[in-house]
């Protein structure tokens, strides 16, 4: 069964590392992108401008329906359980390319939540639907120590809610731009943790296909959780799909070959890059110009760099699929088991047993907000009763 890309779906833009309209953040220079077959092979950056020509290509995810009716058969979230009047909204956490994230509060056990609003009409325009019902349905299905946990979903005539546990620590972004870059130990220690999460959701046949430090929050007590699952996908096969933040895409996606879990071991590296030397190893202002230096520039290490760490970047960042670490037949254990990780003790780790390298100052307890920029509230109309042309599209919230 053919399930993706046949529709035009796809394109989803963002100014992640660049800031926003309404919120500028230092050090944010990069941007999410994504583009579908269907779309004329064009990968579009910033609100729907065609920037680079892609081949066309028969670009279908293949898998039998039983197996995807095994997948969604594990979903734990049904939609509609809840509904705006169960919560109190308070403030603005982050905002994203189709709406916001809020702070709530529910009206019946108290508990803080983190509710995301999309607007269907701007998901729509940006041909993301597909994704947004892939975001929801991949979190419906994923339970780990490590993977934000999402508790229900509804919608109105024109946006859609999704609510989740609030993660008071903030983003890991911010901690390392603050701190410019980790030590050796403190980048382990985060690293290993998305390690974690990585591998379970492999297990699942989920690619994840955003990973970088904005999609990293931490707990009250130092430990990770992968929020923004707007990419990730079930793919028990291969997909073709163009989707990432450019400084972390894979040069199989670049390059729109065929690909599966792979992708995922190479945003590893680059992440373990970023967290040690503060910037990415292709990084260049000209998105362009970081496709091209993804297909061909050498990797090069800051002098820093311990040989373990090399030596694991340069078997996660590698261009050669057949020696990339993670994508090989042991698959992550050889991630687990290399040198650079030796000290990791993988079972104290996920069971959070283990002291974390940092922990957020959070003052006020469940609700607090101390973690997070401050971003201008504007006028909400959650809620809206009427006529909803997008009445087919969003079944399942
Ligand atoms: N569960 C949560 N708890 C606390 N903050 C959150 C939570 N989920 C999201 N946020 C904050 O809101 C920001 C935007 O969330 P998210 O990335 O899911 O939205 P998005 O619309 O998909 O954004 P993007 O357009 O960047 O993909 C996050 O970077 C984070 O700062």
Redesign the pocket.
């Known amino acids: 069964m053919s399930t993706e890309e046949q529709n035009g779906e796809g394109q989803?833009?963002?100014d992640?590392r660049q800031g926003d309209e309404t919120h500028t953040d230092e050090g944010r220079e990069s941007k999410?992108t994504a583009t579908e077959n269907g779309n004329e092979g064009k990968a579009v950056e910033k609100e729907g401008e065609e920037t680079q020509e892609k081949p066309k290509h028969p670009q279908v995810t293949y898998y039998n329906e039983e197996q995807y009716k095994q997948f969604i058969g594990q979903a734990r979230v049904t939609g509609g359980k809840y509904s705006l009047q169960d919560f109190q909204i308070l403030r603005?956490?982050?905002?994203?390319?189709?709406?916001?994230?809020h702070?709530i509060r529910s009206r019946h056990n108290g508990r803080y939540?983190?509710m995301?609003v999309?607007k269907k009409e701007i998901v729509v325009r940006l041909k993301q639907v597909e994704h947004t019902n892939d975001?929801r349905l991949m979190l419906s299905i994923v339970t780990h120590p490590f993977i934000?946990r999402m508790w229900g979903t509804f919608q109105d005539a024109q946006q859609i809610f999704m609510i989740?546990?609030?993660?008071?620590g903030?983003?890991l972004?911010?901690l390392l731009r603050k701190s410019q870059r980790f030590p050796n130990p403190v980048a382990k220690f985060y690293a290993a943790e998305v390690c974690l999460a990585l591998e379970y959701l492999h297990s699942k046949d989920i690619i994840y296909r955003?990973l970088k430090p904005?999609?990293i929050?931490l707990d009250k007590n130092g430990h990770i959780?992968i929020?923004?699952?707007?990419?990730a996908k079930y793919v028990p096969d291969v997909t073709y799909t163009l989707c990432g933040t450019p400084d972390y895409i894979a040069p199989e996606v670049v390059s729109t070959k065929p690909y599966n879990k792979s992708i995922d071991w190479w945003s590893f590296g680059i992440l373990i890059y970023e967290m040690l030397a503060g910037y990415t190893p292709f990084y260049d202002s000209n998105t362009m110009k970081t496709y091209e230096k993804i297909l061909n520039a050498e990797l090069r290490f800051p002098p820093f760099f311990n040989e373990d760490v090399k030596d694991l970047l340069s078997r996660l960042i590698t261009r050669d699929l057949s020696q990339r670490l993670g994508n090989l037949q042991n698959g992550t254990e050889d991630v687990k088991n290399h040198p650079w990780f030796k000290e990791v003790v993988w079972e104290k780790l996920l069971s959070r047993n283990i002291e974390t390298p940092y922990e957020p100052p959070i003052q006020q307890g469940q609700g607090d907000t101390s973690q997070?920029?401050k971003y201008p509230e504007e006028d909400i109309n959650y809620g809206v009763q009427g006529e909803d042309p997008y009445a087919d599209l969003f079944h399942d919230f």
Do not use: P, Q, W
């Open positions: 989803k833009t963002l992640s999410t603005t956490l982050g905002t994203g390319s189709f709406g916001r994230v702070l939540y983190a995301k999309l975001e934000i989740m546990d609030y993660i008071e903030g983003e972004f911010s955003d904005e999609n929050l959780k929020t923004d699952f707007g990419f997070f920029d």
